[in-house]
């Protein structure tokens, strides 16, 4: 605990440990005022490094580029490979892991050790991994690097611990999963095949041993060759020279034939009593054309044969399909007797398994579903119901069903906002789906007793909102909204507005949710802002519309020739923006009304009629921005919404609107530069806009570049902004100002971290994050014309001055609106009392305090207007603004007030007055002992500042990074405290304490940044955090020392212990008599002491990190040691149990037989031979 005592006196302040930067003041114009009277604040922080370290939770959604699939029987958990070397293990609902190879090279094949909690990994990098289950955080046991030859195929039998590795050249290597170690048995491909055979077989493509005899392995090349290898005898029982090239290849449980798919898109049956040709060829979809010919089919990639006790054998098999057939979606065929079932999937299929009851290859398979992983879906098909109904997925795998845009998280919720959330979401539920229980049931999973309500929001680019229950460190989706519902669809040939849209109009780009109020506000990227207010039940409404002008007009920008010399501004109101209501036009005092305004419309056209809405959330109120003079209008940059104010505002790179929702009007729309009035801290030149030059921003494939340092041109020639920033190519008439949504999944777009003076550029990462051009005040740049050639050079070309400030500023760069918060503070410095207030911060590192003045009486607030004095105090920092937050005289935060909810759509009961609830969190009602006065914590993209106020002293500052610039930043609640979480673009994680601004935590967390985790970030109370790690996964990390102390509790189990389940027993008479083909000692064959060592210089052992002792390190703990080794010991005593029962049992049938013997010989021992 350290306490810190700060003296304010004028504009100097001292701190005997004030390490982390000179505290300056930050005044109106930057003149010395007249301070307060000398007043001391004592801040008891108890936060310290140690309560701060990062780690990933849990990673949440479908598996990016999935390449691998696997299924274990017994423990029932699956397991999916991805391109970029991750590893997902499911079983049930809670126990979702997520493993990663170093190497990041994809996953080829996944093999488990089935019920022995392992898993091995073959990757393109031609490594195999042996992955330890039995800890909750997996980790490498083994690798082994193979030097010479490519892997292609993997086959480990059931219940042994040699893995058969097929090879590129076509050979076959043999590894002790134990020691992970190359056998030195190898069977060459030219011993393989005849030595008449004068080509290459090609790679290896199937490695199975026969359910028969387990000593003969059948090796399946491309080429179309197969053979059965005789393992004891080093030899080929059989070659099999097939035209076709083959895919696949699957055993009937009897081991007397096989299937093969192949190239074609036939299957072959071949049967081991006669291999010179195919007991059956099928062309499953192909169908005899006019000419007699088969028409040409798609290869059949796999082939599964599977046989049922009671009914005809399945084959299930992907591809197949013919080819004259355009468009035809991927599907995956059943075939069951002859009957033939094909169902079309959404994506291509990547790989499918069928689920079968026993895990021994020699007995009915008996299957009663199968798991089809495409590239975008997981999809389990019931097989034991005739019609094939599907399972429900239990996984939140449809994240990315609509890619995401934007994200948000709140933790520690309201109780009841879950429960209500899932009650209506439930109605709204597919049907359809097969009753029985998921099948991917093993692992264990408890509530953790570290567990609150949390909710995660996305937003998509058709314009849907999803909440999802994130609590417990999982998640489930609870209500699904779509914002496209309020807008008409736009039909062809209806001019302008047509024009506007295309693919994505309804994208979203930021999301404002107040959890006590249950108010929501949504922000789409065609300039319109969605106000939704929440209810149980369903109404007739008519969506209320506001149309707002907050743009500059071309003929109010005053050129050279007007005023060439003159550095001073023309009157306020020349250029300011002006709001425009649906069926009225008032322009803004002193503003000048354009010629025309027949291109005054929205980009979307709201429904004008009366529309049903059902429970949950429902329209309010929507705001578009206008076009103005053939000009999109830009996009929103930022936005807030107070519920007990009734109060809207946001912001773009032109300026400041706000509206009172109440009332359904707008109470405010100004330009950035007008908001300072006489306070503006900048010389600005006045000049009109350069007309015959483009924009200077960076481009779409430029690097991740500040979000805040664009250059937004008032005159015509601008580039019309997309979500995914600007176009290479200047807007023609008539092309629409933006094009299909980018999502922040699909932002690839890699971030350097360091240039030539250490600075980061900024532009394309801002301009992506916000969609608009702005400009900072702390970057100088060069402006010329831009074409094709000189992209490359352009991307790395700007500079950043080190100066903090910027003496002028051109007239055609626009201050944009950077971030905005409503809250009770003090307007002016003379307030003696809190006031409402709205906080502005803007690209240029200003932040403006706006005090408003709204009616307390609940009849009067519905019709007297809320007055806003824009002549409010003005601070200073570097860099763009990017969060407000605000502390007591103790340091506890202060929240913004709220109303309560109550639902508007009740049932009006006469004896209840129907009053708004108002819950206030006012600075001077918690510190009688500190006097009046709170704390304003302020973060831009570069430092971080404490403000003491109503005096305007800036107690504390540091500068956050002089490198790179931060992405995002909040003030959140951590061990019943509160810090500065900060989010940079070159990676790094770090925590400041508050008020002091001490450096808690910095981790270089991320070496690169790119798009989509810059646009997705978002920090949450309790240590927490989240981004999309790819564009269909969202990942939740934690920068809390206790939560990663508890996390081991957290997560779930993968392996329980589940005794093997027995053989079937082959009767008496086979077992005695030497009929038991099965044992087959692969130790004796593969050993060293039979097979010899491989060579050294064919593969590598690589120890892994997570050996015995790893292991015990990662496992949880002495108490999970001891349960471990007491069930062990459970296990063991019951296998003692059961073998003295058996052995009791042979001891009494042993007995029987004797008697019987005996009674046998007593009765015929005085018979004659002739007498039987």
């Not at 299957?267 to 499953?284: D, E, H, M």
Request: a neutral charge; proline letters at 7%; glycine letters at 8%.
């Amino acid at each position: 605990m350290k306490k810190f005592r700060k003296v304010l006196d004028g504009l100097t302040t001292s701190s005997p440990g004030a390490t982390v930067g000179s505290p300056s003041c930050g005044s109106a114009a930057g003149t010395p005022t007249a301070a307060p009277t000398p007043k001391e604040i004592d801040v008891q922080e108890t936060l310290v490094s140690e309560n701060f370290q990062l780690c990933k939770t849990v990673r949440h959604g479908f598996p990016y580029q999935p390449t691998a699939l696997a299924f274990d029987p017994v423990q029932k958990i699956l397991a999916i490979g991805s391109r970029s070397g991750g590893v997902r293990i499911l079983g049930r609902p809670g126990v979702d892991c997520y493993c990663q190879h170093e190497s990041g090279a994809a996953v080829l094949q996944l093999q488990f050790l089935i019920n022995e909690g392992a898993l091995v990994s073959a990757c393109a990098d031609d490594t195999l991994h042996l992955w330890n289950l039995r800890q909750r955080r997996p980790a490498i046991l083994h690798s082994l690097k193979f030097n010479r030859e490519r892997i292609t195929f993997c086959h480990l039998p059931f219940q042994s611990k040699w893995l058969y590795v097929g090879t590129e050249r076509g050979n076959t290597h043999i590894v002790n999963i134990e020691s992970f170690v190359l056998s030195g048995y190898v069977i060459m491909w030219n011993k393989a095949i005849e030595l008449s055979t004068k080509t290459h077989p090609g790679p290896v493509v199937h490695l199975s041993d026969s359910p028969k005899d387990e000593g003969k392995l059948l090796i399946g090349f491309e080429s179309g060759t197969i053979v059965q290898w005789d393992l004891r005898g080093k030899k080929a029982d059989f070659r099999i020279y097939y035209d076709e090239a083959i895919h696949s290849v699957s055993w009937h449980h009897e081991g007397k034939q096989f299937m093969c798919s192949h190239s074609d898109g036939s299957l072959t049956l071949w049967n081991l009593r006669n291999t010179t040709k195919p007991f059956q060829v099928t062309f499953p979809h192909g169908k005899i054309q006019k000419d007699a010919r088969k028409e040409s089919c798609k290869p059949i990639l796999k082939v599964e044969y599977k046989t049922c006790r009671n009914s005809e054998p399945f084959v299930i098999f992907s591809g197949g399909l013919s080819y004259d057939k355009a468009g035809r979606r991927p599907a995956l065929t059943i075939m069951h007797g002859k009957a033939i079932t094909v169902l079309e999937m959404d994506y291509p299929i990547v790989e499918f398994m069928v689920l079968c009851e026993t895990p021994y290859n020699n007995e009915v398979q008996e299957p009663y579903a199968v798991v089809v992983l495409l590239e975008k879906d997981l999809i389990v098909v019931d097989l034991t119901q005739s019609n094939y109904p599907v399972f429900e997925n239990p996984y939140p795998m449809d994240i990315h069903e609509s890619p995401v845009t934007c994200t948000a998280y709140f933790a520690d919720c309201p109780p009841d906002i879950i429960p209500i959330l899932y009650s209506i979401g439930a109605k709204h539920k597919k049907t359809g789906y097969s009753q029985k229980e998921w099948p991917i049931s093993g692992g264990t999973w408890t509530l953790g007793s570290h567990t609150y309500p949390e909710i995660i929001i996305t937003g998509h680019a058709d314009g849907s909102i999803k909440f999802w229950d994130a609590s417990a460190i999982t998640l489930q989706m609870l209500y699904k909204m779509k914002t496209s519902k309020v807008f008409e669809k736009p039909k062809p040939g209806e001019g302008r507005a047509a024009e506007l849209v295309e693919e994505d109009p309804f994208a979203i780009q930021m999301v404002s949710w107040c959890p006590q109020s249950r108010m929501f506000c949504v922000v789409g990227i065609s300039a319109h802002i969605i106000l939704y207010r929440f209810s149980k039940y369903d109404a007739n409404t008519q969506i209320v519309s506001l149309e707002v002008r907050l743009q500059c007009d071309s003929d109010d920008v005053i050129s050279p020739s007007e005023n060439e010399n003159n550095p001073s501004f023309s009157e306020p109101g020349s250029h300011s923006p002006q709001p425009h209501h649906q069926h009225q036009h008032p322009a803004s005092p002193g503003s000048r009304t354009p010629e025309g305004i027949k291109d005054s419309i929205p980009c979307l056209k709201v429904k004008d009629r009366a529309v049903r809405v059902p429970p949950g959330y429902q329209s309010e109120l929507v705001i578009q921005l206008l076009w103005v003079d053939g000009e999109p209008p830009q996009q929103i940059t930022s936005l807030d919404i107070n519920s007990a104010y009734g109060l809207l505002a946001f912001g773009n790179c032109y300026g400041l609107a706000v509206v009172d929702y109440l009332q359904k009007t707008v109470i405010l729309c100004m330009s950035t530069l007008d908001l300072y009035g006489s306070t503006d801290p900048y010389q600005r030149l006045t000049r009109s806009p350069r007309r015959n030059r483009q924009s200077t921003s960076d481009h779409v494939n430029g690097h991740c570049t500040s979000p805040t340092s664009q250059p937004c041109s008032a005159g015509k020639p601008r580039i019309p902004m997309g979500p995914e920033g600007p176009r290479l190519t200047r807007r023609g008439p008539g092309r629409p100002p933006f094009r299909k949504a980018q999502s922040a999944a699909c932002m690839e777009i890699s971030l350097p971290v360091s240039h030539t003076e250490g600075h980061a550029s900024r532009r394309a990462m801002l301009q992506q994050l916000h969609g608009v051009t702005m400009y900072s005040h702390d970057e100088h740049h060069s402006t010329t014309s831009y074409c094709w050639s000189d992209r490359e050079s352009r991307e790395n070309s700007f500079t950043r001055s080190r100066s903090s400030s910027v003496s002028s500023i051109d007239r055609d760069t626009k201050e944009a609106v950077t971030t905005l918060q409503f809250g009770e503070s003090y307007g002016r410095k003379n307030d003696v009392l809190p006031t409402p207030c709205l906080w502005v911060g803007t690209s240029l590192g200003v932040v403006l305090l706006i005090p408003m003045s709204i009616p307390t009486d609940q009849e009067e607030r519905m019709e007297e207007p809320v007055t806003m004095g824009v002549s409010g105090a003005v601070l200073m920092l570097k860099g763009s603004v990017l969060r407000f937050s605000f502390l007591d005289c103790m340091g506890a935060l202060i929240q913004p007030p709220y109303e309560v909810w109550r639902d508007h759509n009740a049932p009006e009961d006469p004896d209840r007055l129907r009053r708004r609830k108002l819950v206030h969190f006012s600075p001077s009602s918690s510190q009688d002992a500190c006097g009046d006065g709170h704390l304003a914590v302020v973060c831009s993209e570069r430092q971080a500042k404490v403000f003491l106020m109503p005096s305007q002293s800036c107690l504390f500052v540091h500068n956050i990074t002089e490198s790179s610039f931060v992405l995002r930043a909040d003030v959140v609640s951590v061990c019943n405290s509160v810090c500065l979480a900060c989010f940079c673009a070159n990676g790094h994680v770090m925590t400041l304490s508050l008020p002091s601004l001490r450096p808690l935590m910095d981790v270089n967390y991320l070496p690169l940044t790119d798009m989509r985790i810059a646009r997705t970030f978002y920090f949450t109370n309790g240590g927490q955090a989240l981004y999309l790690s790819s564009p269909t996964e969202v990942q939740r990390i934690t920068y809390s020392q206790e939560m990663c102390d508890n996390l081991q509790e957290m997560l779930g189990e993968l392996f329980t212990p589940i005794e093997t389940p027995e053989a079937q027993n082959r009767g008496f008479l086979k077992g005695f008599f030497g009929g038991n083909a099965h044992t087959f000692d692969r130790e004796e064959l593969f050993g060293e002491a039979a097979a010899g060592k491989a060579s050294r210089s064919l593969a590598q052992h690589i120890p892994g990190q997570g050996g015995v002792e790893g292991m015990k390190v990662a496992a949880s703990g002495v108490v999970g040691e001891l349960a471990r080794a007491r069930i062990a010991l459970d296990e063991r005593g019951q296998r003692l149990g059961e073998l003295e029962e058996r052995t009791a049992l042979m001891m009494t049938s042993a007995e029987a037989f004797s008697k019987h013997a005996h009674e046998l010989m007593l009765k015929c021992k005085d018979k004659k031979w002739y007498q039987f």
